[in-house]
Every structure is written in C-alpha cells, then in structure tokens.
C-alpha cells in the first residue's frame, strides 16, 4: 500500500457522475468506485462514456452534476501536489513530436521528487530499443509504450490508463499487463478502459461496465462472472432488448 493512500476509503470515487456535450449525454449518472492495491477495468463500447468519466477523474472536464474525487480531492482545479500523485496515459498520448523518446521521459522524470529510473522504466517496456527516435517517426504501438512509461516515471498513487494496449502486438501486451499488475501489487489503485475481455479478464480485480453513458454492472470479476463469462454478461447487459426501451 502507497503510504500516501487511505486503506479505509476509496482511492477513486464517482457519484451520479453527468457530463454533457451539446445535445449528447456522455455520462448519465454514473456511479463506481476503485480501490488502492486493485485494477479495475471500465468496459464499455465506443460512445460508452468511459473516457469522459476519465477525463472528468483526470481533472481534463468539469462534471456538470454528480461529483468525482481522487485521493479525496476534487480533481478540477487541483494543484501541483496532487497532480503529482496521479499517473495520466491518455488516448492520444499528448507527447511531444519532436523529441527523443528517451528525452521525453526523463523530462517528465524532473517533475517528480521520487521518479522511477528512466532507464528501468525503457528496459521494463522495451524502449530502450528506440530510446533515440523522434516520437514522430515512432508507430503506434511504440507510442502507446511512451505514452504508458510517461504515466508511471512519476510513481503515482493512481493510474489512470485508457486503452493501455490499443496497437500493441501479442508480446507487447503481455508485458504492459505485468507492469499493470504490478502497480497493483505495489499498492497503486490503477484504472483501465478497455474494450478487450480478455484484458479485462487477465488484469482486473474490480469491473465497470458502462453503457450509454451509464454503470450497468460494476463488482469484482470475480462475482460479475460466477454466472456466465464476462463477454456474454457484457453483451447481455448492452444490447437494446438486455436493458429495455430507452
């Protein structure tokens, strides 16, 4: 356990969570917590509502009813202090082109009193092999790693990952899951988005499956599953006739 997180509360909360663009509903009053020591994975299709609800933990969006905390602040507005015990891997990973891999991430790694080791943090998900390369010349998948190792130079507290293995091959993502666990076992409350079962199923303690902006189950994997396999309770619970007329 991280000896700045709280056994005794989650580490991430959202309560009746709203956010609204215009004439659509991201979120639709959404209410799911995650825990310090766990993985937790928010399922959802596209247009769920999952990477709002992020961006609302992340501080990125300002709920527009409900409430979201982190580490028991609310993360719109928050200073430097708390930014530095939150871990962001965003969709686009936001990095700069120009630069070196490597460069990037020993940038951010001046930001923090106790970064990880960059060149650890390179060997751990393969990117010592191109250290050296522009993030412009770099492929989707190498970026993803960056964007990844950019997250966790700064040993967060909270980690908040959304689609952490979009483009990685099949070697690639099992080390991302090690390391995703990993941070877990450190006491690191991680949250995930993924569309995968599979990483759902292989990395996840805690799950949150949204729809339509919507919580339409959430629990460990381990009760949401005693029944039928998470794929078929997914889409039970996602598809028109499973929630009823809307």
């Given at each position: 356990?991280?000896?700045?997180?709280?056994?005794?509360?989650?580490?991430?909360?959202?309560?009746?969570?709203?956010?609204?663009?215009?004439?659509?509903?991201a979120?639709?009053?959404?209410?799911w917590?995650?825990?310090?020591?766990?993985?937790?994975?928010?399922?959802?299709?596209?247009?769920?509502?999952?990477t709002?609800?992020?961006e609302?933990?992340?501080?990125?969006?300002?709920?527009?009813?409900?409430?979201?905390?982190?580490?028991?602040?609310?993360?719109?507005?928050?200073?430097p202090?708390?930014?530095?015990?939150?871990?962001?891997?965003?969709?686009?990973?936001?990095?700069?082109?120009?630069?070196?891999?490597?460069d990037?991430?020993?940038?951010?790694?001046?930001?923090?009193?106790?970064?990880?080791?960059?060149?650890?943090?390179?060997?751990?998900?393969?990117?010592?092999?191109?250290?050296r390369?522009?993030?412009?010349?770099?492929?989707?998948?190498?970026?993803?790693?960056?964007?990844l190792?950019?997250a966790l130079?700064?040993?967060?507290?909270?980690?908040?990952?959304?689609?952490?293995?979009?483009?990685?091959d099949?070697?690639a993502?099992?080390?991302v899951?090690?390391?995703?666990?990993?941070?877990?076992?450190?006491g690191?409350?991680?949250?995930?988005?993924?569309?995968?079962?599979?990483?759902?199923?292989?990395?996840?303690?805690?799950?949150?499956?949204?729809?339509?902006?919507?919580?339409?189950?959430?629990?460990?994997?381990?009760?949401?599953?005693?029944?039928?396999?998470?794929e078929?309770?997914?889409?039970?619970?996602?598809?028109?006739?499973?929630?009823?007329?809307r």
């Amino acid at each position: 356990m991280s000896a700045h997180t709280s056994p005794d509360r989650p580490a991430v909360v959202v309560d009746d969570l709203r956010k609204v663009f215009g004439p659509v509903t991201a979120v639709d009053g959404a209410s799911w917590t995650a825990a310090a020591g766990r993985v937790t994975a928010v399922l959802g299709s596209n247009g769920a509502g999952k990477t709002t609800t992020l961006e609302c933990l992340e501080g990125l969006q300002r709920p527009d009813a409900g409430t979201v905390q982190v580490l028991g602040i609310d993360p719109w507005g928050a200073g430097p202090d708390f930014r530095a015990r939150v871990g962001v891997m965003l969709q686009d990973g936001g990095l700069p082109n120009t630069r070196a891999a490597g460069d990037v991430l020993r940038h951010l790694s001046r930001f923090y009193t106790d970064p990880e080791p960059v060149e650890e943090v390179e060997t751990r998900l393969g990117i010592d092999a191109f250290a050296r390369t522009p993030v412009r010349r770099l492929s989707g998948g190498q970026r993803q790693r960056v964007a990844l190792a950019a997250a966790l130079v700064g040993r967060p507290d909270v980690a908040f990952l959304d689609e952490p293995t979009a483009g990685l091959d099949p070697h690639a993502r099992l080390d991302v899951w090690e390391v995703v666990t990993d941070l877990a076992d450190r006491g690191v409350c991680v949250v995930v988005t993924t569309h995968s079962f599979e990483e759902a199923e292989r990395i996840a303690h805690d799950v949150v499956i949204m729809d339509s902006g919507q919580v339409v189950a959430s629990g460990t994997l381990a009760a949401l599953t005693v029944e039928e396999p998470l794929e078929k309770l997914f889409f039970r619970l996602t598809r028109p006739a499973g929630r009823g007329a809307r």
